[in-house]
């Protein structure tokens, strides 16, 4: 299973973009980044995807690096519901999902 | 439309009992999936179905635990005998992945399993 590397930890205020990163140098060519987030006491909650280009949804942004070897979700306007772990996870096709420690984000009103 | 429910939200049991966790995946769903985290752990799979047959159970601890998916609908966990370091919360998730782009997963609720 591909790996990523995250920070444990990130802090962030109410209402100010947060830019949460991951580094995935090992990453294959058919692999898909996803990230998912888990709030308290829920089960986890996807949040984005994507192969070589920007996304945007509704909650997020994906930005992936030209080499594809880094990725950064973008939180436009925190919200107190956005503190949560997110995990950034690669995966190709159907497969299991490989759940590393994640992201601790924490947000101040 | 109905997300991916779990029962029972919590389940308290005697070491040695029985327990039966019971997923209901999103309606038209052929991807079941079963995850744990048990205590200061990382979430880890434990087997995925497609419709009723067992496409990946590498993630199975052991032979107490039994997973089934009779008529590719609803899916049952058993532990028998529990033990205590089953204690944890089970995620169940489906998806409709059927080729193509990476697949979506979408969670239940987890069901909170306590062994004393």
């Known amino acids: 299973d591909a790996k990523t590397t995250q920070p444990n930890s990130m802090e962030s205020n109410e209402e100010e973009p947060v830019h949460l990163p991951c580094n995935h140098s090992?990453?294959?060519?058919?692999?898909?980044i996803h990230w998912y987030r888990q709030l308290p006491s829920q089960g986890p909650e996807y949040v984005i995807h994507?192969?070589?280009s920007n996304v945007n949804n509704r909650m997020a942004s994906l930005a992936i690096a030209e080499d594809r070897k880094s990725s950064t979700l973008i939180l436009h306007r925190a919200t107190l519901r956005d503190a949560a772990v997110y995990y950034c996870?690669?995966?190709?096709?159907?497969?299991?999902?490989?759940f590393g420690t994640g992201t601790r984000l924490l947000v101040s009103p | 439309e109905a997300g991916v429910t779990q029962f029972p939200s919590h389940s308290v049991i005697e070491k040695g009992q029985t327990v039966t966790l019971r997923c209901d995946p999103i309606?038209?769903?052929?991807?079941l999936y079963w995850y744990r985290r048990v205590m200061g752990k990382e979430i880890k799979f434990l087997l995925h179905?497609?419709?009723?047959?067992?496409?990946?159970e590498s993630g199975m601890p052991n032979n107490r635990f039994l997973a089934e998916r009779t008529g590719g609908t609803y899916s049952t966990l058993k532990v028998q005998p529990a033990e205590l370091e089953d204690s944890g919360v089970y995620f169940c998730?489906?998806?409709?992945?059927?080729?193509?782009?990476?697949?979506?997963?979408?969670f239940g609720p987890g069901t909170r399993l306590t062994v004393l």
């Open positions: 994507g192969l070589t």
């Open positions: 090992t990453i294959s060519g058919t692999d898909y």
């Open positions: 998730a489906s998806s409709d992945w059927s080729g193509g782009a990476a697949d979506t997963q979408y």
């Open positions: 309606s038209g769903h052929d991807n």
């Open positions: 179905f497609v419709k009723e047959s067992k496409q990946d």
């Open positions: 996870i690669l995966i190709t096709g159907f497969q299991k999902l490989v």
